[in-house]
């Protein structure tokens, strides 16, 4: 596998809120957009010491996989930002699925416009089962799950993808799904949260005497 290194913020398993079935989390450092309203501000600025080997990520993710995986999930940050890692990643990852014979699906968001994606990328679309593309928009808000706006379609791009997420593309829900994750120094949210949720969150924590330090969703 070759030695590339690859900008992570976090990296989580099991992620019930972002796909299909429990899946491992990866969001990736780094993002230039600057969505107005994004709740993973803590992603858009790059450095260096963020940077890790991908032999390093794929051992944890075979690690976590012997829990059971369905699928895997690239956020960020912009994952099309380090478009050399990240081809390099998914074909690791491809690699992975098919030696091993497993049947996890890969699912990534990018804040990009659809059609640039297709002109600018396309070798690594063709590494993907689905994608939700296309820039957060707060004036926008949805129901359909796993988007945080109504103009991010939800793309198969795989016979898999086809099979895994046609059902989902003009699914609604009244809630969104949404973990909250607690450890010893930090507590971050996984999902994709409603508007009023953040705040409604950090309403309740202080009203139980929990203040809320850094958060992600404000600069």
């Not at 230039?32 to 992603?43: F, I, M, Y």
């Not at 260096?48 to 699928?71: F, R, T, V």
């Not at 996890?104 to 990018?110: G, M, P, Q, R």
Request: hydrophobic share 40%.
């Amino acid at each position: 596998m070759p030695s590339t290194m690859i900008a992570l913020n976090k990296a989580h398993y099991p992620v019930t809120a972002l796909g299909p079935g429990r899946r491992i989390g990866l969001w990736l450092q780094g993002c230039t957009l600057a969505c107005p309203g994004c709740v993973s501000q803590d992603t858009w600025t790059f450095t260096a010491d963020q940077e890790l080997p991908l032999p390093l990520l794929m051992a944890w993710c075979q690690e976590m996989a012997q829990n059971g995986l369905e699928g895997i999930t690239l956020s960020g940050g912009e994952p099309f930002a380090q478009p050399a890692a990240l081809r390099t990643l998914l074909q690791a990852l491809h690699d992975w699925r098919e030696d091993a014979g497993l049947n996890f699906d890969i699912l990534c968001y990018s804040g990009l416009p659809w059609s640039r994606l297709q002109k600018e990328f396309a070798p690594i679309l063709i590494l993907l089962d689905a994608l939700i593309p296309e820039p957060f928009q707060a004036h926008q808000p949805t129901r359909l799950i796993w988007r945080g706006s109504a103009n991010q379609p939800l793309i198969p791009l795989s016979p898999r993808g086809e099979e895994r997420y046609a059902p989902y593309r003009s699914f609604e829900v009244e809630r969104r799904p949404f973990q909250i994750v607690v450890d010893a120094e930090r507590m971050w949210g996984i999902g994709i949260p409603g508007p009023g949720d953040l705040a409604r969150l950090e309403q309740h924590c202080a009203e139980r005497g929990v203040q809320l330090g850094d958060v992600s969703w404000r600069g």
